[in-house]
C-alpha cells in the first residue's frame, strides 16, 4: 500500500513538474493557467501549508525523513525552511516534498545572506560607505552566486531601515540616515541578488529572490531600542522614511518581509493599510509579504488579540507568509470555517508563494539550485575573495590623519599611510580575533577560516616590517557584559589576567614598536539584532589602554572596530590618526593593511552622522529648522535651539571622509538659472586632486527648497558620483536636475515639485560650502 501510494504521489509530482517545464518559457497567462490547475488539486490545509515557513534546526543529510518538519513537508502543510546549510541537506529536504508530497510542490530555501555568503563583505553600514553602487551591486551578486550554489533560493535581503539613532544595533545591517542614498543602494542589491533585467529576474541557477525588509519604519523605535514602538505623521514616514522600501519595489524585487514594530497603534504584520493600501495598491507590489520571526505570534504581547485573532488580521491585512509562529497552520482553517478569513483572501496569499516559485523556475526544475558540483566551483572562490578585499578597502572612513615630526626636528608628515619598515605593534582586544572579523549576521560565515587583524598584517608584511601584537585589555571590564556582546562563537576568549598585567605586557610590546595599531571599538556582537546600546564610547578598559599607549609618545593609529556611530570626542581630541574600519568581513585584515600601508588610498564617505555625545541623538545632516535656529558657527545663545553643555554640531558630518590626497572643488555652473515643470538644469562643477597621491572622492551634491507649503530640511542628498583622480587631474561632474529630484509629499501626500527658490551644493560632504541657486517656475 505504502508503495502503490509513494508512485502516485510521483506520478503526480511529475505531471505537475511537466506542466511547469512546457510553460516556464512562456506567457505570465500561462503561469496563471498552471496555477489555477494547481491550487483547483489543492485542498485548504495544502493552501495553508504554502503559507507556513516553520524553523528547521540543523537537519543532517540522510536525517531530515526522521525530523518532525519532514512529516509537515510530506503532508504538504511547509512552503519553505531558512537557515538551512549545505547543499546536500538541501537537496535531501527538497526530495521529500517533491517526491513524498501529494501534488510534489518544491519548497523555497531561504537565508540571511546579508552581507555575502562564506566570502563576507563589510556589514551593510560599511558597504554603504564605499557610496559605490556598482562595488555594492557585485557584493550582492557574488552572494547569489555562493548562495545558490549551496542551496539557497532566497535571501533576506537587503535591510533598507533609514535610522537616525545609532543606540539601535541594527544600525549595521542598514545604509544609514538617508533616503535618496538608501534608495540607491536598495536598487543595487535587488538587481544584484535577482538579475538587473526587469522582466527576466530570477531565470538563472545563480539568481536568487531578494527579500527587502523590515517594511516599514523598523530602524525608528523610540529610544534606540529594539522590537520597540514606531510612532510618526505620514507626513513624515513618506518625506523621509518610504522611499529605500519603494525603490526596492521599482527594482523589482520579489518579496517583502514586515517589521516588528507597531505603525499608527498597528503592529506593521497586522497594519492593511500598510501591506495592502501602500504596498499593493499605490506601489504595484506582485510579490509575496513574509512576517518576520515569529511576527505573527509577537502581536498576542502587542495586546490586540489571541493566536488565532492576530493570524487572521495578518491574513486580512495582506500578509502571505508566516515565519516561525504556525499561527496561519494552526488557525486558519478554522477562522475559514467561522467567517473570519475568506478563501478569497487565502487563495490570493496561496497563489502569491506558488508563483514565486514559478518565477525562481522551481516547478520546472526543483533541484535546480541544487547541483553538487557548484559549491566547490563556486564558493569563497579566489575571485570573489579579491573582490571582497577591494571592496572592504573603498569602506573604511579615515576619520583623522595628523601630521607629526618622525623624530625630533624633522618635518611633520601625516601618520597614515605608514612606512613598509620597523617594528608595527598591533595592541588592543580586536587585534587577533578571527571570529570578530566577519561582523553580525554573518550566519553563513567560516568564522574561523578568516585571518585576524594581527594575522593578516604579519603574513602581508613579511620580510619588509615586523609585526608584534599584545592584547592589551579585554574587551569590556563587565565580565557579563564581554559575554553578552559575544554570542555566537565571537568570543573574545576573555583573559584572566588583571587589567595592570595585561597593560604592562602591551607597554612592552610598544617599546619595541615604531608605530602602534591600537585594534580598538565594538565586538562584532555588540552591534546587530537585540544589540542596543546607551552608552556609545570605546568601552572603559580599552579607553584605559588607548591612554596609556598615547603617553609612549610613539604614534598611535586608532584602528577603530565598529557597527554603529560612536562617541569619539576625546579620541579626535587626542589620537594622532583614526581609521574606522567597522567590520570588513572575510578579508578585512588584508584590506586594512592594503589603507594602512598606502597601497589604497581611503575613499570612504559617513552615512550617518557621528554625535559628540549620545545626549544630542538623535543627530542627522537633513533636520528641519526650527524657528529659532543656532546660527552657523555659534554655540550658545540664550532662547536659541541649542543646549547649555554641547553645540549643535556633529563630530564628523554625513558624507564625511579623509582621504591621503586632497580636493578642490570650483564654483557650480548651472546651465540656466531657471527651469520650468516640464524642464531640466544642469549642475556642472570641475574638482581637482591638489594633492600628490591618486585618489577617489565621493563629489555630492545637495539641495535645500527655500520655501514650501510645509517645511523642508534644511539640506537633502539628491546626487551623488564616486570619481578617480590622479594627482594633479582635474574633472568636470555634472549633475542633471529635473523637477522629479525635487519632488516632495505635501500636506495631503501630494508628491508635487512646488515652484519657488533652491539653494544647491556640491562638495565632499554634507556640509559643502559652494553655491548656486536654481528657480523652478
Partial sequence: MKKIFKRTSLLMAATFMGIATMQAQKSPQDMDRFIDALMKKMTVEEKIGQLNLPVTGEITTGQAKS???????????????????????????????????????????????????????????????????????????????????????????????????????????????DPFLGGAIAKAMVYGYQGTNLSDQMKRNDEIMACVKHFALYGAGEAGRDYNTVDMSRNRMFNEYMYPYEAAIEAGVGSVMASFNEIDGVPATANKWLMTDVLRKQWGFKGFVVTDFTGISEMIEHGIGDLQTVSARALNAGIDMDMVSEGFAGTLKKSITQGKVSMKTLD??????????????????????????????????????DAARKIASESFVLLKNSSLPKQPGSPATPVLPLEKKGTVAVIGPLGNTRSNMPGTWSVAARLNDYPSLYEGLKEMMAGKVNITYAKGSNLISDAAYEERATLFGRSLNRDNRTDKEMLEEALKVAAGADVIIAALGESSEMSGESSSRTELAIPDVQRTLLET????????????????????????????????????????????GDVLFGDVNPSGKLTMTFPKNVGQIPLFYNHKNTGRPLKEGKWFEKF??????????????????????????????????????????????????????????????????????????????????????????????????????????????????????????????????????????
Fill in 348 to 385: 490570493a496569499a496561496c497563489r502569491r508563494i506558488l508563483e514565486a516559485k514559478y518565477k525562481l523556475g522551481l516547478f520546472d526544475n526543483p533541484y535546480k539550485y541544487c547541483d553538487q558540483n557548484r559549491p566547490a566551483r563556486d564558493i569563497f572562490t579566489k575571485e570573489h575573495r
Fill in 67 to 177: 525530523s518532525d518538519v519532514a512529516k509537515k513537508i510530506e503532508q504538504g502543510l511547509v512552503g519553505g525552511l531558512f537557515n538551512l546549510k549545505g547543499v546536500s541537506k538541501i537537496r535531501d529536504v527538497q526530495k521529500l516534498a517533491v517526491e513524498n508530497s501529494r501534488l510534489g510542490i518544491p519548497l523555497l530555501f531561504g537565508m540571511d545572506v546579508i552581507h555575502g555568503y562564506e566570502t563576507i563583505f563589510p556589514i551593510p553600514l560599511g558597504l554603504s560607505c564605499t557610496w559605490d553602487m556598482a562595488a555594492i551591486e557585485k557584493s550582492a551578486r557574488i552572494a547569489a552566486i555562493e548562495a545558490s550554489a549551496d542551496g539557497i533560493s532566497w535571501t533576506f535581503s537587503p535591510m533598507v531601515d533609514i535610522s537616525r539613532d545609532p543606540r539601535w544595533g541594527r544600525v549595521s545591517e542598514g545604509s544609514g540616515e
Fill in 640 to 777: 536659541r535651539s541649542n543646549y547649555l553643555d554641547v553645540d549643535n554640531a556633529p563630530l564628523y558630518p554625513f558624507g564625511y571622509g579623509l582621504s591621503y590626497t586632497t580636493f578642490q572643488y570650483s564654483d557650480i555652473a548651472l546651465s540656466t538659472p531657471t527651469m520650468d515643470q516640464n524642464g531640466s538644469i544642469t549642475a556642472v562643477v570641475t574638482v581637482t586632486n591638489t594633492g600628490k597621491r591618486d585618489g577617489a572622492e565621493v563629489v555630492q551634491l545637495y539641495i535645500h527648497d527655500l520655501v514650501g507649503s510645509i517645511t523642508r530640511p534644511v539640506r537633502e542628498l539628491k546626487g551623488f558620483e564616486k570619481i578617480f583622480l590622479r594627482a594633479g587631474e582635474s574633472k568636470t561632474v555634472s549633475f542633471k536636475i529635473t523637477p522629479e529630484l525635487l519632488r516632495f509629499y505635501d500636506y495631503d501626500l501630494n508628491h508635487v515639485a512646488e515652484s519657488g527658490e533652491f539653494d544647491i551644493f556640491i562638495g565632499g560632504s554634507s556640509q559643502a560650502k559652494k553655491t548656486a541657486r536654481l528657480t523652478l517656475k
Fill in 549 to 592: 599607549l598615547l603617553k609612549t609618545g610613539k604614534p598611535v593609529v586608532l584602528t577603530l572596530f565598529t557597527g554603529r556611530p560612536l562617541t569619539l570626542t576625546w579620541e579626535q581630541k587626542n589620537v594622532p590618526a583614526i581609521l574606522n574600519v567597522w567590520f570588513g568581513g572575510s578579508e578585512a585584515a588584508y584590506a586594512i
